[in-house]
């Protein structure tokens, strides 16, 4: 007989960690149940059999009710973002949430905790409070698997996104002593892999593992292989006298939207973050990557399927702006009066002979200042109807065309990389152009590249999409009269 799949919480369902859970645990369980506070948070598609749940960890009745039915909770909430009084915080949420667990009768509780060795008595509040959190968790009788993870290695990763925007930021860098204290991180598919093995877990017994990479370094050696894969070169100017807490103030100054949960984080530099319990490898068997290999997957995950170029697109606005990681991401919609396939016929059409819809001696202009550094300028060998991924494009290549869809990526000399899409769909019963432009700035150059052309980019976007909407309507316009 097939066994029984678990009924599956998972709290923290749009956080990070909670995120990259969704699929795979929708995979082996019957159900899962994505707790959250705001269930407009999550997004719209989630896999069939994952629903929102709306309920906080620190109100009992809410969070028993959502518990009710499950085998296997995952308890993957952390309160650093809380104000200073996180600890307190994070303890009472922990008491509610084990309470709740052990009335609604589930099996395992699954914690992501903080790694870090050295003397208790010296330990920061932020690791303090999350081993407290899994004492908690623990003394509610429920079998808790506590993974205590080093630094994560993975795009939107509080840690990393710390690290990317001072090396993008910093040519030059005054690094203090906590930089190069011992770390071992974990990618963060090796995380998701051991909290995935973790849900198949049986028996009655509580367990804490050490989890971390392939590997052992430093702060300063994550910063430093982060700019070699990004072909960026960086200075680091080694001081003695820089303590956390001016560190964690200079974070605020560079990365301002990392500062609260960086500030935490670096307060807990000064002890090592290695694993000294090898067991959790022992015992599910993952071999996990070298911090050099988890870094150039964490940057191709980043761009895999171009799933960038699609965020935001629930947004009711005609214009959306964000950043993320490295990207700015901006896209404008406008409605046409014509139906999908022929909004999108004109559109593919774009470049070459037929121009870009608006301002085509701007784009000259572009393509002969490109020629002259270096890149290669307007090529004219791209006029073949459909464009297939991997044809040329003026400066463009072609990176995906279909479902109403062509991605353009920039072949021209830039500070960074840059993407062009078009896409037509129907909202609220209209036919709709979309237009998204993306750029990844490539260091401080690039992001002074970005600020700098912004408003001539804005002018001429602006322009080609009113120039397509116009060029649409007057071939539906053609198309009846010819009919």
């Excluded at 997957?297 to 964000?322: H, K, M, P, V």
Aim: glycine share 8%; with cysteine.
């Amino acid at each position: 007989m097939a066994k029984k799949r678990p009924v599956i919480a998972l709290t923290g369902a749009t956080g990070y960690v909670g995120g990259l859970l969704v699929q795979p645990l929708c995979e082996m369980a019957s159900e899962v149940r994505c707790i959250t506070r705001d269930a407009s948070r999550l997004s719209s598609d989630l896999p069939p059999n994952a629903t929102a749940v709306q309920a906080d960890v620190g109100e009992s009745n809410s969070i028993e009710a959502a518990l009710t039915g499950c085998d296997i909770a995952f308890y993957l909430v952390h309160s650093l973002g809380e104000g200073d009084d996180f600890s307190r915080a994070e303890a009472e949420a922990a008491e509610t949430f084990a309470a709740a667990a052990k009335s609604a009768g589930v099996r395992r509780i699954i914690y992501l905790g903080a790694l870090a060795q050295g003397d208790s008595s010296e330990v920061s509040p932020h690791i303090a409070s999350r081993h407290r959190a899994g004492e908690i968790l623990e003394s509610s009788g429920v079998p808790v698997t506590e993974f205590r993870a080093s630094v994560v290695i993975g795009a939107g990763s509080m840690p990393f996104e710390a690290i990317r925007a001072l090396v993008e930021r910093l040519p030059v860098m005054v690094t203090p002593r906590w930089v190069r204290m011992p770390v071992q991180p974990i990618s963060a598919r090796d995380l998701v892999s051991y909290l995935v093995a973790a849900a198949a877990e049986t028996g009655d017994q509580s367990h804490v593992y050490e989890i971390g990479g392939g590997d052992v370094t430093t702060y300063a050696e994550l910063m430093r292989a982060y700019a070699r894969h990004r072909g960026l070169r960086r200075f680091m100017i080694p001081v003695p006298v820089i303590t956390p807490r001016l560190s964690s103030l200079w974070l605020r100054l560079v990365t301002p939207a990392h500062y609260r949960i960086g500030r935490n984080i670096v307060d807990s530099t000064s002890h090592s973050s290695v694993v000294a319990d090898h067991s959790a490898e022992q015992s599910f068997g993952i071999k996990p990557l070298k911090f050099e290999a988890a870094i150039e997957q964490a940057l191709t995950d980043e761009n895999q399927g171009l799933q960038f170029l699609d965020i935001g697109e629930t947004s009711g606005s005609d214009t959306f702006r964000t950043r993320l990681g490295t990207k700015f991401v901006e896209r404008r919609r406008i409605e046409v009066s014509c139906d999908e396939e022929t909004a999108f016929n004109t559109i593919s059409r774009v470049g070459g002979q037929n121009g870009w819809f608006w301002g085509d001696w701007l784009w000259r202009v572009r393509g002969f200042m490109d020629r002259i550094a270096g890149g290669p300028g307007l090529r004219k060998n791209s006029t073949a109807y459909p464009p297939k991924p991997g044809n040329i494009l003026d400066f463009w290549t072609v990176e995906r065309f279909g479902d109403n869809r062509l991605t353009l990526h920039a072949d021209m000399r830039l500070p960074g990389d840059a993407w062009l899409a078009l896409r037509v769909r129907t909202i609220n019963g209209k036919t709709c152009i979309e237009q998204t432009a993306a750029f990844d700035p490539k260091g401080i150059l690039g992001i002074a590249y970005w600020f700098a052309l912004y408003p001539l980019h804005s002018l001429v976007f602006r322009g080609m999409l009113r120039g397509a909407k116009r060029a649409a309507e007057n071939s539906a316009t053609e198309l009846t009269k010819a009919a």
